[in-house]
């Protein structure tokens, strides 16, 4: 089975730190994906990558970046937290023929 | 821009009951389309891959439909248990691979 796992279930920064937010998959996928989900709004990709350091902007990138130094580990940085980066955050990944997305556990970040 | 639409919002049904859920979609030139379920508080599972040459995909009790020309797909799922009760969204896959998701439907199976 597919598994992607996410650094943190809950996370709490405060206004202005720098965060990090790791993914890792073990199956050897090309493409992985941030996504952020909020009330009303549903899901939506922030930032994806095809392979180990690409990186491709999404819907709704402003204020955040990602790192793609190996194949498995996708990281996404919020260089300066804000209020409004309050979110559940979820990482997946897909092979590069058949893209079927798998997704993690999600990170639940709170900005204080 | 893709845009996706998922009906009903929200479902209460009694156990046993067959069910359909309905998703539609602007853009009719996707690659494929992903079902998946969510459970509160949890990420995504994915129920159901369905390639944009193929009509139908079936797993156990799940069956869902594509009929890309029209932009609709839906979930249909026989025999409906209390374990069901989650939020189903569904999500076409464009040209970059990227998915783009319905506000999903969240069903509540009552025992």
């Known amino acids: 089975d597919v598994k992607v796992t996410q650094s943190s279930r809950y996370l709490v920064k405060r206004t202005g730190e720098k965060v990090f937010l790791e993914c890792v998959q073990d199956m050897d996928h090309e493409n992985m994906f941030w996504y952020r989900q909020d009330p009303g709004l549903g899901l939506r990709l922030i930032y994806f990558s095809y392979d180990v350091k690409m990186k491709e902007k999404g819907d709704i990138p402003e204020g955040y970046s990602v790192s793609r130094e190996k194949k498995e580990r996708f990281s996404l940085i919020l260089e300066s937290a804000s209020t409004n980066q309050t979110s559940m955050y979820l990482c997946?990944?897909?092979?590069?023929?058949?893209?079927?997305?798998?997704f993690g556990p999600g990170t639940r970040l709170t900005v204080t | 821009k893709q845009e996706v639409t998922q009906i009903p919002a929200a479902l209460s049904v009694p156990e046993g009951e067959n069910l359909v859920l309905n998703c539609s979609f602007t853009d009719s030139a996707i690659y494929n389309l992903q079902w998946f379920r969510q459970d509160p508080g949890k990420g995504l599972t994915s129920l159901l891959l369905?390639?944009?040459?193929?009509r139908e995909q079936t797993s156990g009790r799940l069956n869902a439909s594509l009929d890309k020309s029209s932009g609709r797909s839906t979930l249909y799922i026989a025999a409906s248990q209390p374990g069901d009760s989650a939020t189903y969204l569904c999500a076409p896959g464009g040209s970059a691979r990227q998915l783009t998701f319905g506000s999903g439907t969240q069903l509540t199976v009552l025992p």
């Open positions: 369905i390639q944009s040459s193929q």
């Open positions: 997946a990944s897909s092979t590069k023929g058949h893209y079927e997305q798998y």
